[in-house]
């Protein structure tokens, strides 16, 4: 691996997220140039240590590493359009899509840059808090990750996935998925409770223990999905759970709480049963959301 204690870099896009990376490689010792389309917030750093390009070509050309955080993919594009890439490491911590990761990977190879798709598993304020558990996925070129490995690891954890471009941005989303759902039980579950005599701060602790002990359940699930067994150890099937779903709709109208962050994934459960899979544990709505046929 190569020693980049000290290499230098760029950051195009000094937003919340770029700044809050630009001040972590900089307090590392790293000689940072940054570039914003709003130059106001690029100068904002250089109080701070951090050299202000007056174009995104200029600040391109001033190193070998480039990071790109931006609004979106279309802002990739035009921030880079007329820079000179040959020979140069891109890498994009802007939010995208897995598509757009690929797609970004092959117009970054045709330019002669080798190229990083990534997705940040934090906000700002996490960024350089070693106690945050803040990370990023990357996913592209593995040379040029481990090549950058100890830099890119400076603002937060770095996690690779693979050498598929849009493996970053696929964790990401997954990720991010996984927890609107959550979100949306959390707050069905407060709506719930909102008009009694329940104080939020004191039913708090009890529904982030219960979340907290039905997190391991998705190490089950994964075997059922993998194995393509979904029923060897199940304890509540979905039939059984398709029809203990009555008594949360009952009691949310009894509550005056709208089930409508609760009924699409209860509608699919009832299509599972429904298909004569009430057997099975409710992963198999899984093999639904993605249209697969049932291998077990």
């Given at each position: 691996?190569?020693?980049?204690?000290?290499?230098?870099?760029?950051?195009?896009?000094?937003?919340?997220?770029?700044?809050?990376?630009?001040?972590?490689?900089?307090?590392?010792g790293h000689p940072v140039t940054v570039w914003n389309r709003t130059r106001a917030r690029a100068e904002a750093l250089a109080a701070e240590?951090?050299?202000?390009?007056?174009?995104?070509?200029?600040?391109?050309?001033?190193?070998?590493?480039?990071?790109?955080?931006?609004?979106?993919?279309?802002?990739?594009?035009?921030?880079?359009?007329?820079?000179?890439?040959?020979?140069?490491?891109?890498?994009?911590?802007?939010?995208?899509?897995?598509?757009?990761?690929?797609?970004?990977?092959?117009?970054?190879?045709?330019?002669?840059?080798?190229?990083?798709?990534?997705?940040?598993?934090?906000?700002?304020?996490?960024?350089?808090?070693?106690?945050?558990?803040?990370?990023?996925?990357?996913?592209?070129?593995?040379?040029?990750?481990?090549?950058?490995?100890?830099?890119?690891?400076?603002?937060?954890?770095?996690?690779?996935?693979?050498?598929?471009?849009?493996?970053?941005?696929?964790?990401?989303?997954?990720?991010?998925?996984?927890?609107?759902?959550?979100?949306?039980?959390?707050?069905?579950?407060?709506?719930?409770?909102?008009?009694?005599?329940?104080?939020?701060?004191?039913?708090?602790?009890?529904?982030?223990?219960?979340?907290?002990?039905?997190?391991?359940?998705?190490?089950?699930?994964?075997?059922?999905?993998?194995?393509?067994?979904?029923?060897?150890?199940?304890?509540?099937?979905?039939?059984?759970?398709?029809?203990?779903?009555?008594?949360?709709?009952?009691?949310?109208?009894?509550?005056?709480?709208?089930?409508e962050l609760l009924t699409p994934y209860m509608a699919l459960m009832d299509r599972l049963v429904a298909e004569g899979r009430g057997a099975?544990?409710?992963?198999?709505?899984?093999?639904?959301?993605?249209?697969?046929?049932?291998?077990?």
């Amino acid at each position: 691996m190569t020693d980049n204690a000290l290499a230098p870099l760029t950051v195009l896009g000094t937003g919340a997220m770029g700044s809050a990376l630009v001040r972590a490689w900089l307090a590392a010792g790293h000689p940072v140039t940054v570039w914003n389309r709003t130059r106001a917030r690029a100068e904002a750093l250089a109080a701070e240590g951090a050299a202000v390009a007056g174009s995104a070509a200029e600040a391109v050309a001033a190193g070998g590493l480039v990071i790109v955080c931006l609004l979106d993919d279309a802002s990739v594009g035009e921030a880079l359009e007329d820079t000179v890439l040959t020979g140069r490491d891109l890498v994009n911590l802007t939010t995208g899509t897995p598509a757009e990761g690929r797609a970004r990977a092959a117009w970054a190879d045709a330019r002669g840059a080798r190229f990083l798709d990534a997705g940040i598993m934090a906000v700002p304020p996490m960024i350089a808090d070693p106690a945050s558990g803040a990370y990023v996925f990357y996913s592209g070129s593995a040379g040029l990750f481990e090549e950058h490995r100890d830099t890119l690891a400076v603002p937060a954890g770095a996690v690779f996935t693979g050498t598929d471009p849009g493996f970053a941005a696929l964790h990401d989303v997954a990720l991010l998925s996984a927890m609107s759902g959550m979100f949306a039980g959390v707050f069905h579950a407060f709506a719930l409770v909102r008009r009694e005599n329940i104080a939020p701060k004191e039913f708090a602790p009890l529904l982030e223990g219960w979340l907290t002990a039905m997190a391991g359940q998705v190490h089950g699930a994964a075997a059922r999905l993998e194995s393509g067994d979904h029923t060897e150890g199940v304890v509540s099937n979905a039939a059984m759970q398709a029809a203990g779903n009555a008594t949360l709709l009952r009691t949310a109208e009894e509550q005056g709480v709208s089930p409508e962050l609760l009924t699409p994934y209860m509608a699919l459960m009832d299509r599972l049963v429904a298909e004569g899979r009430g057997a099975e544990d409710t992963v198999g709505m899984v093999d639904l959301l993605a249209g697969r046929a049932a291998t077990s």
